[in-house]
């Protein structure tokens, strides 16, 4: 009896080692970086600079691009501004399907991808390529629901999770 208390004991023992030996050093969190809207930063090698133009409903919307809008948009659309520079020597390519949009601790999602077709159809897809020495400015359009998310806050536009953990604050408390 004695011997199986023994054995169980230590294999307690080295699973909680192997257990906090991977938390450590294998995969550590990320600190996270929270910018604000204005504030240009870099981001895999590109500068980003993201601005909040507001929440719009398909009316609004439908005012500022015409009825046809109408058949892309939600109830309600967020739509934020970002200018993509590549200060690099070569062309970058960033992929904008990976942004995602979180109301507190509520996952918005992801852009709304026929709104966000027929406001950039310069752009040619969510893959945004950049030539180097080159700004491009892209609107990000993101369901909102004001029933659910209309008193949430902060509203976070996240833009990597891992290797970096990089957002940019939209609003504020």
């Known amino acids: 009896m004695k011997r199986i208390i023994a054995i169980v004991a230590v294999i307690a023992i080295v699973f909680t080692a192997r257990v906090i030996y991977v938390n450590a050093f294998e995969y550590r969190f990320t600190e996270k970086t929270v910018h604000a809207t204005g504030e240009t930063f870099t981001l895999h090698d590109l500068e980003l600079t993201c601005t909040y133009d507001g929440i719009y409903s398909s009316e609004e919307l439908a005012k500022l691009y015409g009825e046809e809008i109408l058949s892309y948009c939600d109830e309600s659309d967020l739509i934020l501004t970002i200018e993509i520079t590549n200060p690099t020597g070569e062309e970058k390519t960033l992929d904008l399907t990976s942004f995602r949009m979180q109301y507190a601790f509520t996952s918005g999602g992801g852009i709304n991808p026929y709104l966000f077709g027929y406001l950039n159809e310069g752009i040619g897809g969510s893959k945004c390529t950049i030539e180097s020495g ?40």
């Open 134 to 173: 080159k700004t491009v400015t892209v609107l990000l359009p993101y369901p909102y629901d004001w029933d659910t998310l209309g008193s949430e806050k902060p509203y976070d536009l996240v833009l990597s999770l891992y290797p970096e953990n990089v957002r940019v604050r939209i609003v504020e408390k």
